[in-house]
């Protein structure tokens, strides 16, 4: 067993380590948005309010989950543009 056999397995663990780490923080973050549109989606197709869907709203709902969306809801029915 060579020292670059060593290194590369050390490697290849550090690697895998920090694309676990980047992948437990962003399948959230898109999980979030998806739920986000899909609940501006839902309410557009019922007439109850006619959210934009736009890079703004599924960033705010995305970092904010069900709150997020419950702001959005809350500055399209006052009336602020987003």
Known sequence: MGWGLIIA????????F???R???RIVPLILNGMFGVIVFWLFG???VMNVPLDIW???IASFGG???VA????????GVPL
Do not use: C
């Open 57 to 59: 709203t599924f960033l």
């Open 66 to 68: 069900i709150f997020g």
């Open 9 to 16: 397995l050390f490697l290849s663990v550090i690697i895998l």
């Open 71 to 78: 702001i959005v809801l809350a500055f399209t029915w006052i």
């Open 45 to 47: 197709l019922f007439g």
């Open 18 to 20: 920090v694309l676990f």
């Open 22 to 24: 980047l992948l437990h």
